[in-house]
């Protein structure tokens, strides 16, 4: 029976997929979980806040993250592609003290996971509170942290996820009419190239810089994403085991190579789409909101924020609006649940590896313990910090100090350990280099006067 299990899943991965044009979309997965993973906190309140307090000069910062940051993203889904294993893997092989690389992963989520689930979270709950008027932040904080850890442990959000892509379409076309109506002054475009950090802007540029298009460490989560779908070369390592990965029958190939392009296609698509929304979040942000005497503040930032629809498309675009928003932050919200949990355990049993005389240590228990921390970071959070505009940012401004170091890590997982066919080619090696050095110096340049140090 195994003999024949085995051939079944050979002769599957030998009708390798379609991704020829537009069938690609079908393929489509963890590449667009990145991008919805930040679209929430860094769309709907860090790029809007951007542009109502310092109008256009902000701008430069999208184009700086978005390119600089790409390949960090893009390397770890690219390592999974060409394995079959989860990046995390690679990192226990990297020289030095031992799996240095894994406890700072380890560190990076705890840190960021218990920061950030603040800020995403009080984003959530301003919607809702945005949309009923009474209440608190942390009563609907306290539902939706709830909510999303016992949809995620039961296995019923499936649905619910496809209600909310419908309402994030909405959103999106909502967006791009806002954006078209509202119009852009050509004097806009002149910031693209000019870099500069206003007085006061520090933290905004951090949070920018961090959430844009979502946390670097994410890139883990799209691989361990991946590992779980046994698609491409993941189903190969399994079916035939590790010396697959370097010597891929023939027949087999066209599988793989399928499913590594469709990878990369997937990601590429939701970082440009991330890229496109976040510019526009910002201007419309700018064209609306920067005139006004009283800037945005607490959870009045969700309303003002609907205010840039309702006051370039109409009265009616609100309820559409607070549906579409409510969508992409609860989405984001059920990522980040799953995200940094996932992560979290599979780092700890990949430092301590599970044995038959320690039952309760086991990715799952481990998954648990880590949405329960979540809970109570997310209630602490509101309870002192009541206010996403500063929380989302400031969390923002925490995975940006770290993003070289995870940057550099992917590299060289990628160069030592991905088969020379997928290896990234000369330019995206150069780029990566680049990337690395500037996302260096802008740290080192925009963190100490986010900190108040210059």
Same mark, same amino acid.
């Given at each position: 029976?195994?003999?024949? =299990?085995?051939?079944?899943?050979?002769?599957? $991965?030998?009708?390798? @997929?379609?991704?020829?044009?537009i069938?690609?979309?079908?393929?489509?997965?963890?590449?667009?979980?990145?991008?919805?993973?930040?679209?929430?906190?860094?769309?709907?309140?860090?790029?809007?806040?951007?542009?109502?307090? %310092? /109008?256009?000069?902000l701008?430069?910062?999208?184009?700086?993250a978005?390119?600089?940051?790409?390949?960090?993203?893009?390397?770890?889904?690219?390592?999974?592609?060409?394995?079959? /294993?989860?990046?995390?893997?690679?990192?226990?092989?990297?020289?030095?003290?031992?799996?240095?690389?894994?406890w700072?992963?380890?560190?990076a989520?705890?840190?960021?996971?218990?920061?950030?689930?603040?800020?995403?979270?009080?984003?959530?709950?301003?919607?809702?509170?945005?949309?009923?008027?009474?209440?608190?932040?942390?009563?609907?904080?306290?539902?939706?942290?709830?909510?999303?850890?016992?949809?995620? &442990?039961?296995?019923?959000?499936?649905?619910?996820?496809? #209600?909310?892509?419908?309402?994030? #379409?909405?959103?999106?076309?909502?967006?791009?009419?806002? %954006?078209?109506?509202?119009?852009?002054?050509? /004097?806009?475009?002149?910031?693209?190239?000019?870099?500069?950090? @206003?007085?006061?802007?520090?933290?905004?540029?951090?949070?920018?810089?961090?959430?844009?298009?979502?946390?670097?460490?994410?890139?883990?989560?799209?691989?361990?994403? $991946?590992?779980?779908?046994?698609?491409?070369? #993941?189903?190969?390592?399994?079916?035939?085991?590790?010396?697959?990965?370097?010597?891929?029958?023939?027949?087999?190939r066209?599988?793989?190579?399928?499913?590594?392009?469709?990878?990369?296609?997937?990601?590429?698509?939701?970082?440009?789409?991330?890229w496109?929304?976040? *510019?526009?979040?910002?201007?419309?942000?700018? $064209?609306? &909101?920067?005139?006004?005497?009283?800037?945005?503040?607490?959870?009045?930032?969700?309303? =003002?924020?609907?205010?840039?629809?309702?006051?370039?498309?109409?009265?009616?675009?609100?309820?559409?609006?607070?549906?579409?928003?409510?969508?992409?932050?609860?989405? *984001?919200?059920?990522?980040?649940?799953d995200? %940094?949990?996932?992560?979290?355990?599979?780092?700890?049993?990949?430092?301590?590896?599970?044995?038959?005389?320690?039952? +309760?240590? *086991?990715?799952? *228990?481990?998954?648990?313990?880590?949405?329960?921390?979540?809970v109570?970071?997310?209630?602490?959070?509101?309870?002192?910090?009541?206010?996403?505009?500063?929380?989302?940012?400031?969390?923002?401004?925490?995975?940006? =100090?770290?993003?070289? #170091?995870?940057?550099?890590v992917?590299?060289?997982?990628?160069?030592?350990?991905?088969?020379?066919?997928y290896r990234?080619?000369?330019?995206?090696?150069? +780029?990566? +280099?680049?990337?690395?050095?500037?996302?260096?110096?802008?740290?080192?340049?925009?963190? @100490?006067?986010?900190l108040? +140090?210059?």
């Amino acid at each position: 029976m195994v003999h024949d =299990a085995e051939a079944a899943e050979r002769r599957e $991965m030998e009708q390798h @997929p379609d991704v020829r044009g537009i069938r690609i979309l079908r393929f489509l997965g963890p590449g667009l979980l990145v991008a919805m993973a930040g679209v929430g906190t860094s769309h709907l309140v860090t790029a809007p806040l951007a542009g109502a307090h %310092f /109008e256009f000069a902000l701008l430069w910062v999208l184009p700086v993250a978005f390119l600089f940051k790409w390949q960090g993203f893009e390397l770890a889904m690219r390592y999974t592609a060409a394995t079959g /294993e989860s990046i995390l893997a690679a990192y226990t092989r990297i020289p030095g003290p031992k799996n240095w690389a894994v406890w700072a992963v380890l560190l990076a989520t705890v840190i960021i996971g218990c920061t950030a689930v603040g800020a995403i979270v009080a984003a959530a709950a301003a919607v809702l509170w945005a949309a009923f008027g009474v209440g608190s932040l942390l009563f609907y904080g306290i539902v939706l942290s709830l909510l999303a850890v016992g949809l995620l &442990l039961a296995g019923k959000y499936r649905g619910l996820e496809m #209600v909310n892509k419908v309402l994030a #379409v909405i959103l999106v076309i909502g967006t791009v009419v806002a %954006f078209v109506i509202g119009g852009v002054r050509a /004097e806009a475009w002149g910031h693209l190239l000019l870099p500069a950090i @206003p007085a006061g802007s520090a933290l905004l540029v951090a949070g920018l810089m961090g959430w844009m298009p979502t946390d670097l460490s994410v890139g883990v989560w799209a691989s361990l994403w $991946m590992k779980n779908k046994r698609r491409g070369m #993941v189903r190969v390592r399994e079916v035939l085991g590790p010396q697959a990965v370097e010597n891929t029958p023939a027949e087999v190939r066209p599988y793989a190579d399928a499913w590594f392009k469709a990878s990369l296609y997937d990601f590429r698509l939701g970082h440009i789409v991330s890229w496109i929304m976040a *510019t526009m979040y910002l201007l419309l942000g700018a $064209m609306i &909101l920067f005139t006004r005497a009283e800037k945005p503040e607490g959870a009045g930032t969700i309303l =003002a924020i609907s205010n840039i629809f309702t006051n370039t498309v109409g009265p009616w675009m609100f309820p559409v609006f607070i549906a579409g928003a409510s969508a992409a932050l609860f989405s *984001t919200v059920l990522i980040i649940f799953d995200g %940094f949990p996932r992560t979290f355990a599979a780092s700890l049993t990949a430092l301590v590896e599970p044995r038959a005389d320690r039952p +309760w240590w *086991t990715e799952r *228990t481990l998954m648990r313990l880590m949405m329960g921390v979540m809970v109570v970071c997310s209630i602490i959070a509101l309870t002192v910090f009541p206010n996403p505009a500063f929380l989302v940012p400031a969390a923002g401004a925490v995975s940006f =100090a770290i993003s070289p #170091v995870l940057f550099a890590v992917n590299l060289y997982v990628a160069l030592k350990f991905i088969p020379a066919r997928y290896r990234p080619s000369r330019f995206v090696i150069v +780029w990566s +280099w680049i990337s690395i050095v500037a996302l260096t110096l802008l740290t080192l340049w925009i963190i @100490p006067q986010s900190l108040g +140090w210059l």
